[in-house]
């Protein structure tokens, strides 16, 4: 069973504060997602990254996929209140799998 | 912008009762999902759609479980009698062109409670 784990499970930081959030696995995913979910609402898509060791940027957001496809991280410069929520990355392998998720509390 | 929608929001059903769970996929898309997500937990795949048929489900998407595109809009989930460890949000999501790398787009849920 291929499995995702994040960490850290849970971060509060103050704003304008940097910080990066890590996916990792044992398995190699040909694909792999960021997600953003709220409470009670669905996942929302921030990126995909295909390629090993590829960078996207999203405004704040750089998003990494390591070169063995097994990893990805997620770096946030000045963390606005805005960035509070739930993080979820999710991997295509055999299956799709979610990882559970980081827990951000950006504190004004 | 085009989007996932799912009806109801909440379903409430007794133990043992057939629940539908409704979704309406992006129109242009090909491939549907259906998750599922027990409170404090994290986003389990049920299973995936394609060409009217059943292309991939995961250990628990059992006997109990069965998925349907009856016209050209809807995909369903039906539970034919429902346990208390039912209970959950069920996410369905829809991608366009590929199983793996393509996007997939999530609906807002629907929140199943099983008393």
């Known amino acids: 069973t291929q499995l995702l784990e994040q960490s850290p499970q849970f971060l509060s930081i103050q704003e304008g504060e940097n910080l990066t959030v890590y996916c990792n696995s044992s398995s190699v995913f040909s694909s792999l997602q960021w997600y953003r979910q709220e409470p009670g609402e669905g996942p929302v898509l921030l990126v995909t990254?295909?390629?090993?060791?590829e960078v996207k940027k999203l405004k704040r957001l750089t998003f990494q996929f390591g070169d063995a496809r097994k990893d990805s991280s997620l770096h946030i410069t000045a963390a606005q209140p805005g960035d509070t929520g739930l993080y979820l990355c999710a991997g295509r392998g055999q299956n799709f799998v979610f990882g559970p998720g980081t827990r951000l509390s950006v504190l004004p | 912008e085009p989007e996932v929608t799912q009806t109801p929001s909440h379903q409430v059903t007794q133990m043992g009762q057939e629940v539908i769970l409704r979704c309406v996929p992006i129109?242009?898309?090909?491939?549907f999902y259906w998750y599922r997500q027990i409170l404090g937990q994290k986003v389990e795949f049920l299973v995936s759609?394609?060409?009217?048929?059943?292309?991939?489900k995961s250990e628990i998407f059992d006997d109990q479980f069965s998925v349907e595109r009856p016209d050209g809009s809807n995909f369903t989930l039906k539970i034919r009698s429902t346990k208390l460890e039912d209970s959950a949000m069920y996410f369905c999501a829809s991608s366009g062109w590929s199983w793996g790398t393509d996007t997939q787009y999530f609906g807002p849920g629907t929140r199943l409670t099983v008393l």
């Open positions: 129109s242009n898309h090909l491939y």
């Open positions: 759609f394609y060409n009217n048929e059943i292309s991939e």
């Open positions: 990254v295909v390629t090993g060791g």
